[in-house]
């Protein structure tokens, strides 16, 4: 592995982008190199055996690449397929996100809790034993189906009745917010009109500290004081998801 070579990050989509936000804080000198698989999106409701064939397809253009490591900026597919990668590939490291339920047993234990994510997320063995060594007993766990969706297509009615319907019922009841979808990020102001006042819970942070760890167990940060690179590929090409893609980081 070389020190010069790329990050390669991906999602279902453009959520990856909260992702890469928070490891461009700790990392700012780094090249990335981001995919977004729009082709194939959502991950959410696929079955374990079609993530596990995607997200092969998108490491196999990282290792082309010769990308030094890879961030699975998507909690679906990290739930689903990281443990599959990490034994598939296991010259690459590869760092994964999940959703910070135990940040809410360090920090939160006593307050009810809501967790939002995907289906394919919360029906996950790797969630579950996550959920399970961490349960505060006052959790929701709350799949969203066809919401990523929507926040990838970005229309904000269509995103505020989403929610509207969705969530209004915890209006009030509960005091801890999992952001356990990549995507969710994007429209925490929309769920905190609609939720009240509550805190969030998001694993980005978390996993931007510990690829930088990662990296320097093995050597492989990119020493020089310029900002680095980043690149962005889409699995259909669009070019209306590169710009929000951009104008979201440059926010
Ligand atoms: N952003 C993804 C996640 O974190 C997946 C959304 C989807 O494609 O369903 O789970």
Redesign the pocket.
């Known amino acids: 592995m070389n020190k010069n070579e790329a990050i390669g990050i991906f999602?279902?989509?453009i959520?990856?982008v909260t992702v890469l936000r928070e490891i461009l804080k700790v990392l700012p000198n780094e090249n990335y190199m981001y995919y977004s698989d729009s082709k194939n999106?959502?991950?959410?409701d696929k079955s374990d055996d079609q993530i596990h064939e995607l997200c092969e397809n998108i490491v196999n253009v990282f290792i082309e690449q010769k990308c030094k490591a890879i961030v699975i900026a998507?909690?679906?597919a990290s739930a689903k397929s990281a443990q599959y990668l990490r034994q598939k590939y296991a010259d690459i490291p590869f760092i994964a996100?999940e959703p910070a339920y135990k940040m809410v047993y360090d920090y939160a234990y006593s307050e009810s809790t809501l967790v939002l994510?995907?289906k394919?997320?919360i029906e996950s063995e790797k969630f579950n034993l996550l959920y399970h060594t961490y349960d505060n007993h006052k959790t929701i766990l709350l799949p969203c189906v066809g919401l990523?969706?929507i926040i990838e297509e970005g229309n904000r009615e269509k995103i505020k009745k989403y929610l509207k319907e969705h969530l209004e019922l915890f209006r009030g009841k509960v005091k801890n917010v999992v952001l356990g979808?990549?995507?969710y990020p994007l429209i925490q102001d929309e769920i905190q009109e609609v939720l009240g006042e509550v805190t969030f819970f998001n694993g980005a942070p978390y996993l931007a500290k510990h690829l930088q760890e990662v990296l320097e167990k093995k050597d492989l940060i990119h020493n020089n004081n310029e900002k680095g690179t980043i690149q962005f590929i889409d699995s259909s090409n669009s070019e209306q998801k590169k710009k929000r893609f951009f104008e979201i980081l440059e926010k």
């Open positions: 999602d279902s989509g959520g990856g999106n959502p991950y959410g998507c909690n679906t996100i994510a995907t394919g997320t990523a969706d979808c990549t995507h």
